[in-house]
């Protein structure tokens, strides 16, 4: 049992029973020339979002930790986006930029296109979990919740983007379906103004979970690591 340092109050998470879930660290969300400079949002929150989950990573890696990759990702064909129909089609940026953009048509969030990818400093390492997602949430239509249930972990630890839109939608449905969310603040970046994200902070510290920082997570694995084995 490792007490990690959080707001409102201390979690007490089991590093066996615990997976890093990163959400959409994509180009699209991340990079320039990605989904969301193109739709002219601020994205100069994910560079240290990056350095923050590389120092979050490389710490979960070396502590044995479970590590999860979310990637919002579309079929060419658009099968699984859905049609005129669903929301999704209205509301997802991806598709909404599609339709009002012909010259993006097929580039955003394709797979296998460069705005699919998962940002360069991140690539997963032998062992992490990629799983596909095509809505906001990792949990709606996907495999994560079997997965996670058969390495029988408990506690989640999310970084990613966007703060406000798939981070704040997966660790909701965690804490539904009874996993333990910790949102780790300086490695995930918002979509539009800064109140997306302290509305976000601010509902978790106080209803579904629990809000920490990268060096608090990275300090508390070396420290566990550093105690002897018992007698």
């Not at 058969?150 to 996993?179: K, P, Q």
Request: hydrophobic content about 45%.
């Amino acid at each position: 049992m490792l007490a990690l340092d959080a707001r409102p109050e201390p979690v007490c998470i089991v590093p066996a029973q615990t997976a890093i879930i990163v959400v959409d660290m994509q180009n699209a969300f991340a990079s320039a020339g990605g989904m969301f400079d193109l739709a002219g949002f601020d994205i100069s929150g994910a560079a240290p979002a990056i350095e923050a989950n590389k120092r979050l990573l490389a710490a979960a890696h070396k502590a044995g930790l479970t590590v999860v990759y979310l990637q919002m990702s579309y079929r060419p064909d658009l099968g699984d986006a859905g049609d005129a129909s669903s929301p999704n089609y209205h509301k997802e940026l991806g598709m909404v930029l599609m339709r009002q953009r012909p010259e993006l048509r097929g580039k955003l969030l394709i797979d296998n296109s460069w705005d699919w990818q998962i940002v360069d400093a991140l690539k997963p390492e032998p062992g992490d979990q990629i799983i596909r997602k095509s809505r906001y949430s990792g949990f709606c239509n996907t495999g994560l919740e079997a997965y996670l249930r058969a390495r029988n972990i408990r506690h989640l630890l999310f970084s990613g983007v966007a703060t406000n839109v798939c981070v704040d939608a997966t660790a909701r449905d965690a804490y539904m379906l009874e996993f333990w969310p910790v949102l780790v603040e300086d490695a995930m970046n918002h979509s539009g103004p800064d109140f997306n994200r302290q509305a976000t902070l601010w509902n978790f510290e106080n209803a579904f979970g629990w809000v920490t920082r990268t060096d608090i997570v990275v300090e508390a694995l070396r420290a566990k690591a550093a105690q002897p084995l018992p007698a």
